[in-house]
Every structure is written in structure tokens, then in C-alpha cells.
């Protein structure tokens, strides 16, 4: 059963904490995606990368660094977290077709910032 | 930003109801998707229309597309209370890696 974990379902922070968002697909996919989701705006793109340690800015990318070391392997850094980032965030793989593909999710991380 | 605009944002029907649901865009794409979230989860993949087809099945999922329109519409036919989720069209362009999200609609189904 091919699967998009995230390493946690929910997670409180405080402000100004550096918190890591680890995101690891066993599908072999190249593309990996960022999203968070706010009621009301949907899904706005964070970062997205078409290949290991390649990454490219989506439409919110300011307070926001992705890694990419592995390519099994997404991570989002919130490098000073802000309470205006607390939000549902997804991650999402799909095969490298430009055009797009079907995009498998996994089950999100809830991220509060106090 | 943006361009899936779904329509209705909300909508409630009885079980064995068929709902529709609308998404318009705005640039030219190379496919149309539709995917599914239940509450508080992950999203789900539901069908993919290519922009040179008007029209896709899928079990009771029926979706059309009108690119001369910029817009796509999700049928659901003999809805259940399983149906009950957001749902969300996602566009993509020939050259970007990227998907646009709309903003969904929230289908309840009542038993």
C-alpha cells in the first residue's frame, strides 16, 4: 500500500521556536510538495522540489525553508515559527510529469504556534 | 494564487441525492483533478480529466470539462453518508510541476 507519512499528526510550538516538519514517501516519486491549508483559502503551494536537494519557492514561501537530502525525503522548516503559521500543513508526491499527475497526501500535521 | 474557484462552498443533500459540484479556473491547463478530504484529513485522488476530454466516469463519479468555459463540474450520483467531505479541483499547466487548489466545496450528506 503506497504511503505519505508525516512525522507528526499534531504539534503546539512556541514563538520564535525552529520547528521541522518531516514528510517521507515509499511510492519512489520525484515531485514532493509543501501546502498548508486554512479554512476558507484552501491549499496554497509552500515549496515544492522536482528532485533530491532541487527546490523551488510556491506562491507562500516567505517564513518557510524546505530540504531535500534523500529523495524519499521532504522536510519544511519554519526557521522562527509565528503564530500567523499556525495551520493544517500537508505534504504530497507525485511522479515527475510535467502537467501534473495524480498527487498522493499524507494525513497532515495540525501546528500550533503559541 | 488561486484560480480553482469551487461552487457551491457548501452543500447539503439527502442520501440518494445526486450533488454537483463546479470548479472554474483561469489559465489553460493540461489536466483537471478532483480530490476528496474527509475531515481533518489528508486529501484524497478522485478522477483526472485531460483538457482534450469533455467527459470522465469513474464508479458513481461523473466529470465533465469545458475548456472554451474554463470550468469543470464533479457528479456524484446516489450520494451516501460516506460522501460527506470537502472536495477540491486542482489544475496544472503543461509547463510547471505545480497543482492550483481550489478553495473546495463542503458536501454534507444526510442519512
Known amino acids: 500500500d503506497v504511503k505519505v507519512t508525516q512525522s507528526s499528526r499534531y504539534l503546539v510550538k512556541r514563538t520564535g521556536e525552529k520547528v521541522f516538519l518531516e514528510c517521507v514517501q515509499d511510492m519512489d516519486h520525484e515531485n514532493m510538495f509543501w501546502y498548508r491549508q486554512d479554512p476558507g483559502l484552501g491549499l496554497r503551494l509552500i515549496y515544492f522540489s522536482y528532485d533530491v536537494k532541487m527546490k523551488e519557492k510556491g506562491d507562500i514561501p516567505e517564513g518557510y525553508s524546505v530540504s531535500r537530502e534523500k529523495k524519499e525525503r521532504f522536510s519544511l522548516i519554519l526557521e522562527s515559527a509565528s503564530t500567523n503559521q499556525t495551520s493544517m500543513y500537508l505534504c504530497?508526491?507525485?511522479?515527475?510529469?510535467?502537467?501534473?499527475?495524480?498527487?498522493?497526501f499524507g494525513p497532515g500535521t495540525r501546528l500550533t504556534v503559541l | 494564487s488561486q484560480q480553482g474557484e469551487e461552487d457551491p462552498q457548501a452543500l447539503s443533500i439527502q442520501e440518494g441525492e445526486n450533488a454537483t459540484m463546479n470548479c472554474s479556473y483561469k489559465?489553460?491547463?493540461?489536466?483537471l483533478q478532483w480530490y476528496r478530504q474527509n475531515s481533518g484529513r489528508g486529501l484524497v485522488h478522485l478522477i483526472l480529466?485531460?483538457?482534450?476530454?469533455r467527459e470522465k466516469h469513474s464508479g458513481r463519479l461523473r466529470v465533465t470539462l469545458d475548456t472554451s468555459k474554463k470550468s469543470s463540474s464533479l457528479l456524484i450520483t446516489a450520494s451516501r453518508a460516506a460522501d460527506t467531505a470537502s472536495y477540491f479541483c486542482a489544475t496544472s499547466d503543461s509547463g510547471t510541476y505545480k497543482y492550483i487548489f481550489g478553495t473546495g466545496t463542503r458536501l454534507k450528506v444526510l442519512a
Open positions: 489559465t489553460s491547463i493540461n489536466n
Open positions: 504530497a508526491s507525485s511522479f515527475r510529469n510535467r502537467g501534473g499527475d495524480e498527487q498522493f
Open positions: 480529466i485531460r483538457s482534450n476530454e
